[in-house]
């Protein structure tokens, strides 16, 4: 289903992307070393996934700082998962925390004043978070139809009929990201990131494991793909009068 959520933002992205190939727009020099360009933005994909599957609100901000081709880019987040099968499944998870992302990227498209990016980079992402784990389901090794018996034990054998854990843990992986930003409107942009996570671990080991990690997903996988639809702000780092000479004198030379 999320197919449904996905391809609506990747037509949007795709369709504001688009004239800016068709278009030549003034390009900057590329070996200034100062920083031009600070963007902020909110992940809109975020909050539309966890509203549409109702596992818990989620929010996440970005935050990146360009010099010239080389970006850096801080994420930071904080949501909730919560899934409940108590009457189906009889089991409830939930997770709750706060995580971040920073990294390097590198920019294949040459600077403009519109700052339109093509990246790929490298992320390093940590995640804090308490979880909990409920299931009012007995482990039987008899048939669905068969009343149960005294050789009928709780989940992982915790003598009480409704297992419970909940603590802290601290997960930490590496991430893989290639994605681009577009001009939408005078100081704003926006931008879409595709990510591959790997490498996960957990800095505490427990008895109960973890169901979601929130930043990674699933816990039972040491590696995942992730997305975001970023809204950002784009805040000038230079003056403007010293961009527009910097086109300006782009221009004379062609």
């Given at each position: ?39 902020i933005g909110i992940d809109l994909a975020k909050t539309c996934v966890g509203w549409y599957q109702k596992t818990g609100s989620a929010y996440e901000m970005n935050g990146s700082i ?88 709780p989940p992982n054998g915790l003598p009480v009929s409704l297992q419970k854990r909940q603590g802290g843990q601290i997960a930490h992986w590496w991430e893989w990201v290639v994605g ?75």
């Open positions: 289903m999320l197919r449904y959520i996905i391809k609506p933002f990747l037509a949007a992205f795709l369709l504001a992307a688009l004239p800016q190939y068709i278009v030549a727009k003034d390009q900057l020099p590329s070996n200034r070393i100062w920083p031009s360009t600070c963007c360009d010099f010239s081709r080389i970006l850096l880019d801080l994420d930071y987040g904080i949501g909730t998962i919560q899934r409940d099968h108590r009457q189906d499944k009889g089991s409830f998870t939930f997770s709750e925390g706060y995580y971040f992302r920073i990294g390097l990227s590198y920019n294949f498209m040459p600077p403009t004043i519109d700052h339109n990016q093509f990246f790929i980079g490298f992320r390093y992402a940590k995640s804090f978070f308490d979880f909990q784990l409920k299931s009012n389901k007995l482990q039987c090794e008899h048939l669905s139809d068969k009343p149960c018996s005294e050789k009928c034990t681009g930003k577009v001009y939408l409107m005078p100081m704003l942009s926006i931008g879409c990131t595709a990510r591959y996570k790997f490498s996960k671990k957990l800095e505490k080991p427990l008895a109960t494991f973890p169901f979601d990690i929130p930043g990674f997903g699933l816990a039972e996988f040491d590696h995942a793909f992730g997305y975001s639809l970023y809204l950002l702000i784009r805040i000038p780092l230079e003056k403007p009068n010293k961009i527009c000479d910097q086109s300006f004198a782009q221009k004379s030379t062609t």
